[in-house]
């Protein structure tokens, strides 16, 4: 038992994902032990094998512990390396959003390293936008019930509009959200900005519920982006992001 407390504490003072062997040798413990308590651990939820970099860390049972942990953080650790990879990938731009009522709150950003035309994006992180203009948050929205959309639009002045498009009322959303649930990804086409176009994926708690989405923009105009591999792509690091969460 010490010794799997030692691996979790070790864990959190990480910035990133440890291998098992330099977990081993930090700790001064047998490599065989040492791979022993991290399948425990990991069977269990308390930690998590990323494969992309090849080590270990905390996963959703560790952070559930205390009550001083805060959601995003873990949210934004387990989502940042997925993020990196599918930008890189695709070369667009990868952001993770989050409601905040009728809006999202967008926590991280990644854009593909080496040089891109990438344009310029309003969706910096901390900044809030209408949820029913933004991929990801039509994400999220799509997978919540009926009820819960509702409440969050009870107020007439919830549907603004930035560029003349999208959603201008409760039933115009429910009716927009209903084919992007049944599919599992959401989009939107200049609901934001003139000229970008925008999907989003949803991503899952190990309660099912929709905690946040993955999302990716790029120029609208552009005839060589194909949607299909993109959406591709995006649900399969969403729900990457979901196991990672226990979802």
Known sequence: MARALDILAHLARQPGSVGASAIARDLGLPRSTTYHLLAVLEERGFVLRLPESRGWALGSSAYGLTSAYTPHEGLERLA??????????????????????????????????????????????????????????????????????????????????????????????????????ERGWSEEFELVTPGLRSVGAAVFDLHAQPVAALSCTWRARVPVREVAPIVAALRAGAAEVSRRLGG
Not at 162 to 179: E, K, Q, S, Y
């Open 80 to 181: 940042r390396p997925v993020m990196r990879s599918l930008a890189d990938e695709l070369g667009v731009t990868v952001h993770l959003g989050i409601l905040r009522g009728p809006l999202t709150l967008y926590l991280l950003k990644e854009s593909p390293s080496g040089a891109t035309d990438e344009p310029s994006l309003v969706t910096a992180v901390g900044v809030l936008l209408p949820a029913h203009l933004t991929a990801s948050g039509r994400a999220i929205l799509a997978q919540l019930p009926e009820p819960t959309v509702r409440a969050l639009y009870a107020r007439p002045g919830d549907f603004v509009s930035r560029t003349g498009r999208g959603p201008r009322g409760i039933v115009d959303l429910l009716a927009d959200l209903t084919p992007e649930r």
